[in-house]
């Protein structure tokens, strides 16, 4: 064998080498949340999510998850978590790191949000150029929302903002806190795990939260009223973000990119709002179940909280607009986008 042709050869059994060795490449990938193992966040979308990959991945990708932050921090630090690479995955609420994700915020807002998960969902993804300046850090795997917000009281059930006035009411976001100042009630921000200590003690009169956390945290124990609007309305919704570190997502060989991406975003985000809008349903039954009743007002009533809602959009479009974003623009683009995706 000629030199040329001997080298020639040792490059191409290299390069085959290292085919092989990146094809045979394993991966073990950590995901934290702040949620328990039963809420329906962890047992029917997070750990399915994590086999199904590990099984397309043919083994190669292991997904380890921590619920109720085992790894250590507290929820409004999942976000810094993620982009510095002290886990590879996290699924979090937007809302926990005010600033961070000025665009998405958008579809927190009352009368935006249209009490479909799965129509937000789509909208979402219809807008995601827009929105991929607040995600230029990670690596989004999917934006969603949950149903929306309902109003759980500690005190009886309610049918005007009036009667909310001075009340205590937990947040999950800053918009929503001005959601509840737009009623007259003193917003209380918190992450959701400390919900049911604030009710048990009287820290707070009543929650912002969908119906699906009810089960896990036991709100029907701790509430005796929870209101919607007519027609199920709900009050705004929060934004969640399941994210991949970007340094995490680049090391991984293109085969088991592509398992990530096949489960990622637009393939992923009609499924995950239907699930989401289904799993509301239990704890509705749960919060009955106790002889409290789930209250829908009246559409005169619902009216005047639309009202005070669109105050806080407009709020939201001159701190926006101020900021330099096209801001009314992308309120008109989410509107419509959920409006074509609502059936």
Same mark, same amino acid.
């Given at each position: 064998?000629?030199?040329t042709?001997f080298k ?16 045979a490449?394993? =991966?073990?990938?950590?995901l934290?949340?702040? !949620? ?8 029917k979308?997070?750990?399915? /999510?994590?086999r199904? =990959?590990e099984?397309?991945?043919? &083994?190669?990708?292991k ?5 109720? *932050?085992?790894?250590? &921090?507290?929820?409004?630090?999942l976000?810094?978590?993620?982009r ?20 998405? $915020? ?8 249209n ?10 993804q219809d807008?995601?150029e827009?929105?991929a ?9 999917? =934006?969603?929302v949950?149903?929306?917000n309902?109003?759980h ?7 005007s ?10 947040t999950? @976001?800053?918009? &929503?806190? /001005?959601?509840? $100042?737009? /009623?007259?009630? $003193?917003?209380?921000? *918190?992450?959701?795990p ?5 009710? @048990?003690?009287?820290?707070?009169? &009543? ?6 956390i ?9 509430t005796?009223?929870s209101?919607?609007?007519a ?7 929060? =934004?969640?973000l399941?994210g *991949?570190?970007?340094? @995490? ?6 085969? !088991? ?18 699930l ?8 509705q039954?749960m919060?009955?179940?106790?002889? @409290? ?13 639309k ?8 709020? /939201? ?5 101020a ?21």
């Amino acid at each position: 064998m000629t030199r040329t042709l001997f080298k020639t050869a040792v490059a191409a059994l290299a390069l085959f080498g290292s085919a092989a060795i990146a094809q045979a490449q394993d =991966v073990t990938l950590t995901l934290q949340h702040f !949620l328990g193992p039963k809420a329906p966040p962890h047992a029917k979308f997070l750990e399915p /999510w994590a086999r199904k =990959v590990e099984a397309e991945s043919s &083994g190669r990708i292991k997904v380890e998850i921590f619920p109720a *932050m085992a790894l250590g &921090g507290k929820p409004p630090e999942l976000y810094r978590q993620l982009r510095d690479g002290v886990v590879d995955m996290v699924w979090t609420v937007t809302g926990y790191t005010p600033g961070v994700f000025p665009r998405t $915020e958008v579809f927190e807002l009352p009368t935006v949000h249209n009490n479909s998960a799965k129509a937000t969902n789509l909208a979402i993804q219809d807008l995601s150029e827009t929105l991929a300046e607040d995600f230029k850090d990670i690596k989004p795997l999917l =934006v969603h929302v949950h149903a929306g917000n309902a109003l759980h009281l500690v005190d009886g059930c309610v049918d005007s903002t009036a009667a909310l006035a001075g009340k205590k009411l937990r947040t999950p @976001s800053r918009t &929503g806190a /001005w959601m509840i $100042e737009s /009623w007259g009630a $003193e917003p209380v921000g *918190m992450p959701v795990p400390g919900l049911p200590q604030a009710l @048990s003690k009287g820290v707070i009169d &009543g929650a912002l939260i969908p119906f699906e956390i009810v089960p896990p945290l036991k709100v029907h124990e701790l509430t005796t009223c929870s209101v919607t609007g007519a027609d199920n309305a709900r009050f705004g919704t929060s =934004v969640f973000l399941f994210g *991949m570190n970007k340094d @995490s997502y680049e090391a991984l060989p293109d085969d !088991l990119k592509a398992v990530i991406d096949a489960n990622s975003g637009a393939a992923i985000a009609q499924d995950t709002g239907e699930l989401w809008d289904s799993i509301e349903a239990p704890g509705q039954k749960m919060q009955e179940g106790t002889g @409290s009743p789930v209250n829908a007002m009246d559409q005169a009533a619902t009216d005047a909280f639309k009202t005070a809602g669109e105050t806080v959009v407009q709020r /939201w479009i001159e701190e926006a607009s101020a900021a330099g974003l096209d801001a009314q623009g992308i309120v008109d683009a989410a509107r419509a986008a959920i409006a074509q995706h609502t059936n």
